[in-house]
Every structure is written in structure tokens, then in C-alpha cells.
């Protein structure tokens, strides 16, 4: 059976508001540091190489803006002395029959920063607001 590619514009995220449906999605990373050492008694003249902790990104969620939904700053607003409320993700890209592919689960998600829209006098463009989280780490699930 030949594997078919997926389009990246047809997925959804469920993140514990209502609405399911984002402009973008952007930070799905996972980078591995590497530790460089090397010890005196060594005839190289360079570094070993190492892995070291694993980082994940920030992961930002846009959408445009309707009114009534205050669900980001809300969530954003949760935050209290050394306290925020914390959320599991899970951001699906679609295939054509609109079943999950692929999902990325996202644990322990908090939001760190929200952005309201760029506002212009001359764009006919949709009003769009972001939301950055960050997170404790990404499980790729392939269906």
C-alpha cells in the first residue's frame, strides 16, 4: 500500500476551551543539548560529544478572534503566586475522511504569554490573537 503525504492545513486541537479550530500552530520542537567535554590527558585536540536533556519549544496557538470567546485570557489568567492551571493537548492533523493521522499530546501545558490582535485602520484582514504555552514534553502518536 503506497503511504500518502498529509497537507499541513487541516487539523484541529483539543486544549480544554471550545473551540477546536486555529489559523496556526507553530513549536511542535524537540532539540536535545549536547554537552561538550574533553579531558586533559586526551591526545585530541577537540571535544567528545554528548546528549544531554532533552527541550521542548514553546508551542504558540493563533486564531482569529470572535466575540464572546474570552477562552485564552481566561486560561492565561489562572495564574496565581507560584500556581497556574495546567492543561494536556492534543493537536491532531486531519485526514481526509477528518480522523486524527497524526497527534502530537502535549503534557502539562501553561500558557506564558498572550497577544491580541495587530490593529489596522487599512487591512480588511481578520483580527487574530495568540497564545504561547509551554509544556512538560511531546508524545507523537501516528494512527
Known sequence: MAQKALSRYHFQVQWGGTRIGFSEIAGLDIEIE???FREGSSPADSDRKMPGLRKFSNITLKRGIIQGDNEFF??????QVGNIERRDLAISLLDEQHQPAIVWKVKNAFPVKYAGPVLNANSSEIAM???????????VEHN
Open 74 to 79: 481566561e486560561w492565561i489568567n489562572t495564574k
Open 129 to 139: 490573537e495568540s497564545l504561547e504555552i509551554t509544556h512538560e514534553g511531546i508524545q
Open 34 to 36: 549536547t554537552i561538550s
